[in-house]
Structure formats: structure tokens, C-alpha cells
């Protein structure tokens, strides 16, 4: 369970930051750094037998608590600033999954349960079931954009073919009726526009 709590901030951090297209990289660092000096330092306070996890975990959660508090943030500044619609359902996901984070810490800290990964289980399968949806709903905007890509091409084809008929059959006609009066006119000024406009 602590090695779970150290590690898991990886692979969500670095999917936020992928699905947030790196706003606040430097936030984002930070967060990682945090992360990573916390997954270190303390397995290897525990390993070598100087503060095992059981007495570190006031410690381990608060860091755990600021890195929550950083997600947090970053969620909450991206749905002032509207960039939260791009992967809503995941934003959705990732709020389940802090919740239940705070939960698990909770339970951890303060009550003496023995079922105190359930919160954090409940809360990767909201984030998993969120993410699903999200995926989904971004093939279908891929689908649906292609589609009209296609249809704008057929559309473009088809006004060009039209406007070629259309500008062909009256030049066409242009230059028969030219043609009729270069041979039937007798006027040499007359003569000199009509060889113009063949020309």
C-alpha cells in the first residue's frame, strides 16, 4: 500500500500533462520532482531500516497532499480558462480519482481500517471508466471530422466541375458567334476586334 501511495503521482502526472499538451510546465516539474524525491527517499529511509513507512506517513501524505493540491489546480485553472472541454470526461475522471485519493489518505492516517485501498481502487476505476469514455468521444470527433474533410472535397469537386460547364458553354458560345462575324463582316475595324478576341 505506501509503495502504491509513492508510486502512483507518476503515470498520472505524466497523463495530465500529455492530455493538457504541457500548460504549466513548470508546475508540472515541480510536481514530478516532489514526487520522485518522495518515492525515493522514503523506500529508501525504509529499506535501510532508519524510518520505516508506518512513521513516515504524516510526511508521505502531506507531500502526496500537495501534489494533489497542484492536480487540483491545474484542473481547476483549466475549466476557468476553458481548456477543460478538450478531455472533459477525463477531467471528470481525474476529480473522481483525487476524491478517492483524499479518502484512501484519510483512511490511512486516521481511522484504523482494514479496507483502507478500497477508496483508491474505486477511484482508479472511476478515472479508468472516465478515460474509456473520453477516448471514445474523441475517435468519434476524429470520425466526424474526416467526414466533413470528405465532404467539403466532394463539395469543392463539384462546384469546379460546375464552373467549368459554366464558363465553357458561354465562351464556347463567344467564340462561334466570333467566329461568324470574321466570316461575314466586311468592316476592317470591326474585323481587327473580332481577330482580338480570337486571339
Known amino acids: 500500500n505506501y509503495m502504491l501511495c509513492l508510486m502512483i503521482p507518476f503515470g498520472f502526472l505524466f497523463y495530465l500533462d500529455s492530455i493538457r499538451h504541457g500548460r504549466d510546465k513548470k508546475l508540472m516539474v515541480f510536481l514530478m520532482l516532489l514526487s520522485s524525491a518522495n518515492a525515493i527517499i522514503f ?3 525504509h ?10 506517513l504524516v510526511i508521505i501524505d502531506s507531500i502526496l497532499g500537495i501534489v494533489i493540491a497542484g492536480v487540483i489546480y491545474m484542473l481547476i485553472k483549466d475549466i476557468i480558462q476553458g481548456y477543460s472541454r478538450e478531455y472533459k470526461y477525463t477531467a471528470i475522471g481525474f476529480y473522481g480519482f483525487v476524491i478517492s485519493c483524499i479518502a484512501e489518505i484519510i483512511a490511512i492516517v486516521f481511522l484504523e481500517s482494514k479496507n483502507d485501498s478500497i477508496p483508491m481502487l474505486v477511484g482508479l476505476a472511476i478515472l479508468l471508466v472516465f478515460v474509456l469514455v473520453q477516448q471514445i468521444d ?5 470520425s466526424d471530422e474526416k467526414q466533413e474533410a470528405i465532404d467539403l472535397s466532394d463539395a469543392k469537386t463539384r462546384f469546379l466541375a460546375n464552373m467549368s460547364h459554366e464558363i465553357r458553354t458561354p465562351i464556347n458560345s463567344i467564340l462561334g458567334m466570333n467566329e461568324m462575324i470574321l466570316r461575314e463582316n466586311k468592316d ?12
Open 188 to 199: 476592317e475595324v470591326i474585323e481587327e476586334y473580332a481577330k482580338t478576341i480570337r486571339r
Open 43 to 45: 523506500t529508501l529511509l
Open 138 to 142: 474523441d475517435l468519434k470527433k476524429i
Open 47 to 56: 529499506f535501510l531500516e532508519i524510518l520505516p513507512f508506518s512513521k513516515a
